[in-house]
């Protein structure tokens, strides 16, 4: 295990929360499967294949109230979960689980086993907050008070970088370059790109102060979905693998396929290697040809590579168009994965010619459970 040195200096949230001398903790990834397993006492219907972040706990020492608290952001692929527990040191941590939406009763079984603590209300964000309301409070014989997914996202995002030194990185040459992530009032505005199934942009200019300039369709959902749909692959986490071992110059048209090989189109600024149409070499046999036959990996790769380029263009325009030097990306489509950021930073880097950058999270799919978590009730939502 290590440590991060604390940042946060006895602050107590309005819910009680007490957040003085917070430590992140990462295990080892078999250190965490045991510990998962161990602690939770059940099989594991949630622990599978680990994203990143349920490497991570949170550790709050001070925190000493009773332990009753779950937050849940349930959006159109995945629920994302908080929890406090107590662990064998009878401390209270921070916990972080994933479900499929789709298994929603593997999430509610999830929670019941772990009734013998008594909670008042489940804070809920994410489309499913709606969706599923009745479910979860027949199910679970509780309240849901509901909060809305952008407030959510951005109350998380600016918890872990308060809270945690090492939350945000940029990705270059393939290594994390860790920000020291206090934030000052240097740090805003910023944009956040968060992509879920779908993509949300907002502009981030405080606390709470934020507005949702403009988002994408073609998110985690589209890959996944073309992923699934090219290879009939059904594990996310084999496609990612997959895709890192892929070429993609088997599938795309590069510049040079069509200037001719070797050659850039230098008036332009594109080099021979510059991809000029994802996917295009599927379409460049003569006549009464078949269509080449692709490799999985190969496809995978180019697949992977046409979304993040999107998503990063998208994201450059909307930072020229307010001014913006940095760029935060999150949602669980990340996972933490090379390829992902590598093309993500390459991409924002290449637009923008270096004068934009691109930061990326360690709890990158938890902004808006984490958020919910944290928030409070309106007085309108007492009503
Ligand atoms: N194990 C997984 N199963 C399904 N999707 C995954 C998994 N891991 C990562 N993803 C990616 O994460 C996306 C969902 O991201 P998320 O932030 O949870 O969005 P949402 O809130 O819409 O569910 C999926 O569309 C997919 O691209
Ligand atoms: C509708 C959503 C906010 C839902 O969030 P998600 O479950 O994808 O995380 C998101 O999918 C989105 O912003 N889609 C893009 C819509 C658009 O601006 O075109």
Redesign the pocket.
Do not use: P, Q
């Given at each position: 295990m290590s440590d991060t040195d604390p940042q946060v200096e006895g602050s107590k949230l309005p819910n009680g929360l007490n957040l003085k001398g917070v430590v992140h903790v990462q295990l080892s990834p078999s250190e965490n499967v045991v510990f998962q397993r161990k602690n939770d006492n059940e099989s594991g219907t949630h622990v599978g294949?680990l994203?990143a972040t349920e490497n991570h706990f949170i550790l709050l020492p001070n925190h000493n109230d009773p332990v009753n608290y779950f937050a849940l952001?349930?959006?159109?692929?995945?629920?994302?979960m908080v929890y406090l527990v107590k662990n064998e040191s009878n401390e209270t941590v921070l916990r972080f689980a994933?479900f499929?939406?789709a298994d929603i009763h593997e999430c509610i079984s999830f929670m019941q086993r772990k009734r013998s603590i008594f909670y008042e209300t489940v804070h809920v964000t994410?489309g499913g907050a709606y969706k599923f309301a009745s479910l979860l409070e027949d199910k679970l014989s509780t309240k849901i008070t509901k909060f809305d997914e952008m407030q959510c996202l951005i109350k998380g995002l600016n918890f872990f970088l308060k809270n945690l030194i090492d939350e945000s990185f940029s990705f270059q040459n393939d290594q994390k370059i860790f920000e020291k992530s206090s934030p000052s009032e240097s740090t805003y505005p910023y944009l956040l790109v968060?992509?879920?199934?779908?993509v949300s942009i907002l502009k981030v200019n405080g606390d709470d102060d934020f507005d949702r300039v403009s988002g994408s369709s073609m998110?985690?959902?589209t890959?996944?979905g073309l992923s699934k749909l090219l290879t009939g692959i059904s594990?996310?986490?084999e496609v990612l693998e997959l895709s890192s071992q892929g070429d993609n110059k088997q599938v795309d048209m590069l510049v040079g396929d069509i200037y001719g090989q070797g050659r850039d189109y230098k008036k332009i600024g594109l080099s021979t290697d510059v991809i000029a149409s994802s996917f295009g070499k599927t379409i460049m046999s003569k006549t009464g040809e078949e269509t080449p036959k692709m490799e999985k990996a190969d496809m995978l790769k180019s697949l992977l590579y046409l979304v993040c380029n999107n998503i990063a263009q998208i994201a450059y325009l909307n930072a020229v168009r307010y001014n913006l030097k940095r760029i935060y990306f999150a949602?669980?489509?990340i996972?933490d994965h090379p390829t992902t950021m590598r093309s993500l930073s390459y991409a924002v880097n290449f637009w923008s010619a270096g004068q934009i950058k691109a930061m990326f999270l360690k709890h990158e799919?938890y902004l808006?459970s984490m958020g919910a978590f944290i928030e409070q009730k309106t007085p309108e939502q007492e009503e």
């Open positions: 294949v994203g952001d349930i959006g159109g692929s995945l629920i994302k994933r499929k939406t994410g968060n992509i879920g199934s779908g998110g985690g959902g890959f996944w594990s996310f986490e949602g669980y489509f996972r799919g808006g």
